[in-house]
């Protein structure tokens, strides 16, 4: 969680350039749609409420894979 907090401050960060902002942004969206299971569900939840419309996507879905998977 901390590695996330950290990303969330510079993207928060007015001085970050456009350029780092979307190599986090890509890097976390990569991460969720194929390595999804890495993610513990509590970071999937704090995810899925960024601003940023591509990781809540990516965030919910996995959240949605979950629980479809735990209720078979």
Known sequence: MA???AFRDVLDDKR?????RNHI???LQYA???F?????????EWLARWD???LPLAATRELHKRL????R
């Open 3 to 5: 590695t996330l907090e």
């Open 16 to 20: 970050t350039p456009e350029i780092i």
């Open 25 to 27: 942004i890509d890097s």
């Open 32 to 34: 969720l749609r194929n």
């Open 36 to 44: 999804g299971q890495v993610f513990t569900a509590k970071e999937l």
């Open 52 to 54: 940023d419309a591509r």
């Open 68 to 71: 479809a998977e735990t209720s």
